[in-house]
């Protein structure tokens, strides 16, 4: 048993198990944690000391992982060489290389190591060192509370596109049910019922990540936090900031900031609204905040706001800057993950150039949606599945 949290005998019994038969306990949670009463029948549990590695009669091999926070995590090697990776919550492995090793570039769209390799005979598991060229078959982690751990995991090859990725330590934050799922599908994940058998090796149930995404919403309706929350669990993500500065405004800035600072340290930022050879470009995923903006700048480019040279070509020069984009969105082999403003469901402007700008927003809203697997509508901080 990995982890005697309190009420783990009251737990098991709920869901029908007993815990006459466990041999052997090893502690992963804070040294400072809360007190353990050890249920009448159970040996005394114990931790192994960090990097240390235990032999179990049964041919496992249990290796004790050093987190960066309090705790300790396990590395389990069976008789079969299957192997699982059990986290702590709100813990990460310390000492991983957030750069993914050489060589190892990822299948197309995963933005993420590649397919698992079985273990050499006679390997030691390693978070960090031979874990980087050997993908954990399981892992159990908080998810959702701990995204970059699993970011970071990904990052030297320690979990891989057929890694089972199990959600645990989930907490009340998030609706259980269809938001749950929603969420960890995003990161590649899932969540079992308690009491669950799992078989490690099995991997019919790892979630298909959506290639490519569109979030649409109204101001302030959560739809870029929606967007940044479905690549947190992923690294080296790109993100493609179309709005770029304005010299003395101070509020734009503000705005800029604050996305800034709660992106993952990891992500890089890119302000350019020439998204095509980006989306041409083998390469991480890409997070591309806003196609709203984009398309300010593109109407700019053909003078759309003048009605003479909106009708003496600026219009199909726009449709033709549309439609390079949603063909390379279409042909693209990374992740997209973009964000859209819906502008169309209120007031209509009082302008020709905001009804212009309006329609044009709807054209490319739908031309980019139709190009997508996944599709989500964000109103009021909720996220309303259109699609996929």
Known sequence: MLDLTPGAAFAAARVGRSLAGVRQVLLSHPHDGPPVEVPAGLPQPGRVPDGRELALLTGHRVRAVALDAPG???AVTGPDGQRLLYLPPGAAPAGLDD???????GPPGHGGPPARAKPRAGEKPRVGDEAADESYDMVVADVLGRPDALARLRAAGAAGPATDVIAVHVDHDVPPGPELRRRLAAAGARAVPDGTTLTVGVYEDVPDVPRRTLVLGGARSGKSVEAERRLESFPDVLYVATGGARDGDSEWAARLSAHRERRPGSWRTAETCDLVPLLKEDG???LIDCLSLWLTDAMDSVAAWDDDEWAGGGERALRARVEELTAAVRETRRTVVAVSNEVGSG?????PSGRRYRDELGRLNAGFAAECEHVLLVVAGQAVPLRG
Do not use: N, S
């Open 72 to 74: 300790t995590g396990y």
């Open 99 to 105: 750069g993914a090793p050489p060589g190892h570039g």
């Open 284 to 286: 991480p995923p890409l």
């Open 347 to 351: 007031i209509v402007p009082a302008t």
